[in-house]
């Protein structure tokens, strides 16, 4: 299978900065689409900024301008970097990407996600 891990969540105050990062491993053959979605208390998961293969690019309303997605096709990572903070982004971060492995010889396709890094915005 393949597996997600975040990494670069935590507290910060309005209007600073944080830069998240989710490694893929496993017998990756490619990827497609890597995005990130985010989920605070009672409310739905949501998407926030996808990045396809293409290097083209998706995102959410309330973080155009605010917010930049990057991948590292090398390294199979994708980046979220945050900017101008605003408390309504505090959430979970969710990493997500889907493509193409290896099991057993057989190319089989992945719709993975990450275990989540807590985001939040405080004074």
């Known amino acids: 299978q393949v597996q997600l891990v975040e990494s670069g969540g935590g507290l910060v105050q309005p209007g600073g900065s944080l830069r998240l990062s989710c490694a893929a491993s496993?017998?990756?053959?490619?990827?497609?689409?890597m995005g990130w979605y985010r989920q605070a208390p009672g409310k739905q998961r949501e998407l926030v900024a996808l990045?396809?293969?293409?290097?083209?690019?998706n995102f959410a309303d309330s973080v155009k301008g605010r917010f930049t997605i990057s991948r590292d096709n090398n390294k199979n990572t994708v980046y979220l970097q945050m900017n101008t903070l605003k408390p309504e982004d505090t959430a979970v971060y969710y990493c997500?990407?889907?493509?193409?492995?290896?099991?057993?010889?057989?190319?089989?396709?992945?719709?993975?996600w990450g275990q989540g890094t807590q985001v939040t915005v405080s004074s």
């Open positions: 997500n990407a889907n493509g193409r492995y290896l099991l057993s010889a057989s190319v089989r396709t992945f719709n993975s």
């Open positions: 990045i396809n293969d293409d290097r083209s690019t």
């Open positions: 496993g017998t990756i053959l490619s990827i497609y689409a």
